[in-house]
């Protein structure tokens, strides 16, 4: 089957798109053309195995700093990189650019198409200051992009055939947003690659960092992600704060990332060191290796409408190694860990509850064999990413969903 993609970015570029994107086409049982917005780090051609990446300039021009404007002429380029392809489907994506593509190019082809909704648009803040210092006028810039967005998205939803959401949350919130009810909405998570991400292959990795770290006699607990407050890192930083006065003993909270409040993790790093490690961002390939080397991992997020309703790809890698995890309830997290079981949860914004939590990690005890209550729980996260949130899995969703769709 030749499946034609407009999405918003591909490998090398970094993120959660890329990882899903490429975890998604990676099996040959289908050959995909992929269309991207150009990366400078990036050729305008690749070919990835059975995958075509064609990637197409960023518009230039004044005009071009307005969404509206912007997302038209970048779509536009997008569409024509892909005139001499002969898809079968269509699979769109968002963002907004890649999303009108789309809606084009079936307007124009009359093929079948399936809709991904990384992020629903209307969601996004469009907080981008359009016009400068002079705020009125950026409020009614981003009042009017949302508008437009909603519209548009409303579009492109009508115009496809069937419709994927990444957790049970965002499609819920999709049928909120948009008159939808009738259509299928097909929830495929995140996958993990299992076989790399296998605790057993990172045992020496695991030794070294925590022997380069001065980890040996502490309980480390890990987040690695995107540094903003969606995640919950000024939280975190919060906590840590508290727990700081409490002088709990033999902890060490380690933090890997970049974002807008990177500043503040330094800060707290060179305030609290015998707390805080901040190594600074890590590479996909050396990731695996810090979730060896660490005991839990967290992401805690709070009350926050993105953060409700998208899994990051980095707590189901997490999983996969085996680790305690510590999450809040928000509704994309507990579709995936639950209490007791696989992870420990704490209430979304609740210090005292998060502190508890911790608490209860550094009272955990290992038995002579190495096993503990909290092991335990890793090793049925474990079990869960083999089950239930492998690229396998995922991909063979995925099919299911091309082969419903009506062929060119």
């Not at 998604?24 to 305008?44: K, W």
């Not at 210092?133 to 409020?139: D, K, M, S, V």
Request: glycine share 6%; aromatic share 8%; net charge neutral.
């Amino acid at each position: 089957m030749r499946v034609l993609h407009f999405a918003g970015s591909f490998p090398p570029t970094p993120g959660g798109t890329s990882q899903r994107v490429s975890g998604l086409t990676a099996d040959p049982c289908n050959e995909h053309l992929i269309v991207v917005p150009q990366d400078e780090s990036s050729s305008a051609y690749e070919q990835v195995d059975h995958r075509t990446i064609r990637r197409a300039n960023y518009p230039p021009g004044m005009l071009s700093r307005l969404p509206i404007v912007r997302d038209q002429r970048l779509a536009n380029a997008l569409r024509d990189s892909a005139v001499e392809f002969l898809p079968d489907i269509l699979h769109a994506h968002n963002p907004m650019a890649c999303a009108l593509a789309s809606l084009d190019y079936k307007g124009a082809k009359k093929i079948g198409m399936v809709y991904e909704a990384h992020g629903i648009m209307f969601d996004l803040s469009y907080d981008q200051p359009v016009f400068g210092p002079i705020a009125p006028l950026n409020l009614l810039a981003k009042f009017l992009a949302k508008r437009m967005a909603r519209i548009r998205e409303r579009f492109v939803l009508a115009a496809a055939d069937r419709i994927i959401a990444q957790t049970n949350a965002a499609a819920n919130r999709i049928r909120h947003l948009y008159p939808v009810s009738k259509k299928p909405i097909d929830v495929i998570y995140n996958g993990v690659d299992a076989a790399r991400f296998d605790p057993l292959h990172w045992m020496d990795s695991r030794q070294r960092i925590r022997n380069e770290m001065g980890w040996e006699a502490s309980k480390v607990i890990l987040y690695a992600g995107y540094m903003n407050d969606v995640n919950g890192v000024d939280f975190l930083l919060e906590c840590i704060e508290q727990m700081a006065v409490e002088r709990l003993p033999n902890i060490r909270f380690a933090i890997l990332g970049r974002g807008p409040l990177e500043g503040l993790v330094k800060s707290a790093a060179a305030k609290h060191p015998e707390l805080i490690d901040y190594p600074g961002s890590a590479t996909p390939d050396e990731m695996p290796g810090y979730y060896a080397a660490c005991d839990v991992f967290t992401i805690p997020r709070p009350a926050h409408m993105l953060g409700e309703l998208f899994l990051p790809m980095k707590l189901l890698e997490a999983m996969a190694m085996g680790k305690t995890l510590i999450v809040s309830d928000v509704a994309a997290m507990t579709d995936v860990v639950t209490h007791e079981r696989n992870g420990l949860v704490f209430r979304k914004d609740d210090h005292a509850d998060f502190i508890r939590t911790i608490r209860r990690v550094i009272d955990d005890v290992h038995d002579a064999d190495g096993s503990s209550p909290l092991h335990a729980l890793g090793i049925q996260a474990r079990s869960d990413v083999l089950d239930r949130f492998t690229w396998e899995h995922s991909r063979s969703q995925l099919q299911s969903v091309y082969e419903q769709l009506p062929k060119s």
